[in-house]
């Protein structure tokens, strides 16, 4: 029981800080929640498909490269968040396997959620004649031994001519160089 005068029913209070003209969600004076001094996990996202269905699909380019001399098939997925190499290929490079600082929680096509707690560094991509070292995450891919995703295609200033199944690739200090997808027009 209250008096009419401290009555709420028709105002908008907020059951936080029990100020007038805001409801909870839309506090101006949220408390930020006291979180143990643990680094939370990434998330991320690799869609993942079959390696024919690839080539059908207009939004990511596919082709075969050299990836430390030995010939693999490379997708350019914009879709992806991290670069990837498959577990398979990835125990080809005899290079060694590091423990990332936190794990990784990555988005699978199948809407499935896959922690990811290695990486592998020293990874040498042969883009027509013009090498990337890089640090990959391992992980299942179907079809493909490499999966460049938006950490590598951003730095690098890389475009993908969807239609032309072509990437445009701009890396710093280097000049700029074309990469042709299969089934390029």
């Given at each position: 029981?209250?008096?009419?005068?401290?009555?709420?029913?028709?105002?908008?209070?907020?059951?936080?800080?029990n100020?007038?003209?805001?409801?909870?969600?839309?506090?101006?004076?949220?408390k930020?929640v006291?979180?143990?001094?643990?680094?939370?996990?990434?998330?991320?996202?690799?869609?993942?498909?079959?390696?024919?269905?690839?080539k059908?699909?207009?939004?990511?380019?596919?082709?075969t490269f050299?990836?430390?001399?030995?010939p693999?098939?490379?997708?350019?997925?914009?879709?992806?968040?991290?670069?990837?190499?498959s577990?398979?290929?990835g125990?080809k490079?005899?290079?060694?396997?590091?423990?990332?600082?936190?794990?990784?929680?990555?988005?699978?096509?199948?809407?499935?959620?896959?922690?990811?707690?290695?990486?592998?560094?020293?990874?040498?991509?042969?883009?027509n004649e013009?090498?990337?070292?890089?640090?990959?995450?391992?992980?299942?891919l179907?079809?493909f031994?490499i999966?460049?995703g938006?950490?590598?295609?951003?730095?690098?200033?890389?475009?993908i001519?969807?239609?032309?199944?072509?990437?445009?690739v701009?890396?710093?200090?280097?000049?700029?160089?074309m990469?042709?997808?299969?089934?390029?027009?």
């Amino acid at each position: 029981m209250h008096y009419a005068n401290k009555c709420t029913f028709n105002k908008k209070v907020c059951y936080g800080c029990n100020e007038e003209g805001h409801i909870l969600r839309d506090r101006p004076k949220k408390k930020e929640v006291a979180r143990p001094n643990v680094p939370p996990k990434l998330k991320a996202r690799a869609f993942q498909m079959m390696l024919e269905a690839a080539k059908e699909v207009v939004d990511v380019t596919l082709r075969t490269f050299l990836v430390n001399g030995l010939p693999i098939n490379v997708l350019f997925d914009s879709g992806a968040n991290y670069s990837l190499v498959s577990y398979e290929f990835g125990g080809k490079l005899a290079l060694p396997v590091e423990k990332l600082y936190n794990t990784l929680v990555v988005e699978v096509a199948s809407g499935k959620f896959v922690p990811v707690s290695d990486r592998i560094k020293n990874i040498v991509i042969d883009l027509n004649e013009n090498e990337f070292h890089e640090e990959l995450l391992p992980i299942e891919l179907n079809g493909f031994g490499i999966v460049l995703g938006m950490d590598w295609l951003s730095p690098n200033d890389a475009e993908i001519l969807y239609r032309n199944k072509i990437v445009r690739v701009k890396p710093p200090g280097k000049e700029s160089f074309m990469v042709y997808g299969e089934n390029a027009e």
